[in-house]
């Protein structure tokens, strides 16, 4: 079946400009992860949905950072005011239920100028 | 907080050689392990999971075992072959007050290069 798929796969941007970035997960998968991977930091959790609710959002690294989910499904992760620092890998990753196998899709890469 | 340590950070091998990548994490009381693979610009690839309440997970050449009071995992590969070349991780399933979610907390990383 299809995987999760994440939209656009490459993103660059000047500093200072919104931008969204989206996550098709799995279909009938409830949980939903946000993660970012960069050089310096590695792959960290940013945000964690269960249904359309998000129980944790302590990974979120400024309040220029906000995700939704709508309908159990769509996830759009958006950034405001972007900065050169998150510049990086943003990864989406579904599961069936929570703490079952978790499964990413292909990333966006987001390079801000 | 939950930290999550892969040694070695860069392996190199010789086709046909069995091999073991290791994984330590800092808080024993983790929900489950899991193993990925990355190749180069792609996303994540899962290998194996193993449930806090298991020892061992086997997937064709691959084996990964987990022990929870020592904090370790280990990743075997049988065989390595060319194709096994990426960066495999590992990543803990954290416990939040008792509650767990599936956050995952990511190791740095093994590279391996397997070369015919």
Same mark, same amino acid.
């Given at each position: 079946?299809?995987?999760?798929?994440?939209?656009?796969?490459?993103? *660059?941007?000047?500093?200072?400009?919104? *931008?969204?970035?989206?996550?098709?997960? $799995?279909?009938?998968?409830?949980?939903?992860?946000?993660?970012?991977?960069?050089?310096?930091?590695?792959?960290?959790?940013? $945000?964690?949905?269960?249904?359309?609710?998000?129980?944790?959002?302590?990974?979120?690294?400024?309040?220029?950072?906000?995700?939704?989910?709508?309908?159990?499904?769509?996830?759009?992760?958006? $950034?405001?005011?972007?900065?050169?620092?998150?510049?990086? *890998?943003?990864?989406?990753?579904?599961?069936?239920?929570?703490?079952?196998?978790?499964?990413?899709?292909?990333?966006?890469?987001?390079? *801000?100028? | 907080?939950? !930290?999550? +340590?892969?040694?070695?950070?860069?392996?190199?091998?010789? !086709?046909? !050689?069995?091999?073991?990548?290791? @994984?330590?994490?800092?808080?024993?009381?983790?929900?489950?392990?899991?193993?990925?693979?990355?190749?180069?610009?792609?996303? &994540?690839?899962?290998?194996? &999971?193993?449930?806090?309440?298991?020892? !061992?997970?086997?997937?064709?050449?691959?084996?990964?075992? &987990?022990?929870?009071?020592?904090?370790?995992? +280990?990743?075997?590969?049988?065989?390595?072959?060319?194709?096994?070349?990426?960066?495999? &991780? @590992?990543?803990?399933?954290?416990?939040?007050?008792?509650?767990?979610?599936?956050?995952?907390?990511?190791?740095?990383?093994?590279?391996? +290069?397997?070369?015919?």
């Amino acid at each position: 079946g299809a995987g999760v798929s994440q939209s656009p796969s490459n993103k *660059v941007t000047e500093k200072g400009k919104d *931008v969204e970035l989206r996550c098709d997960p $799995i279909s009938g998968h409830t949980a939903l992860y946000w993660y970012r991977q960069s050089l310096g930091q590695g792959l960290e959790f940013l $945000i964690y949905f269960q249904g359309n609710s998000a129980p944790d959002k302590s990974g979120l690294p400024s309040d220029r950072f906000s995700a939704e989910r709508t309908g159990g499904s769509v996830s759009t992760l958006t $950034i405001q005011r972007t900065q050169q620092e998150d510049s990086a *890998v943003y990864l989406c990753a579904s599961s069936r239920r929570t703490n079952y196998e978790q499964y990413f899709g292909p990333g966006t890469r987001l390079t *801000v100028t | 907080k939950q !930290e999550v +340590t892969q040694i070695p950070a860069a392996l190199s091998v010789p !086709e046909g !050689e069995n091999l073991v990548l290791n @994984c330590s994490f800092t808080d024993s009381a983790i929900y489950n392990l899991q193993w990925f693979r990355q190749d180069p610009g792609k996303g &994540l690839t899962s290998l194996l &999971l193993i449930q806090s309440s298991q020892r !061992e997970q086997t997937s064709g050449r691959l084996n990964a075992s &987990l022990d929870k009071s020592s904090g370790r995992s +280990t990743l075997y590969i049988a065989a390595s072959q060319p194709g096994d070349s990426a960066t495999y &991780l @590992c990543a803990a399933s954290a416990n939040a007050g008792g509650t767990s979610y599936g956050k995952l907390t990511f190791g740095q990383g093994t590279i391996l +290069t397997v070369h015919p």
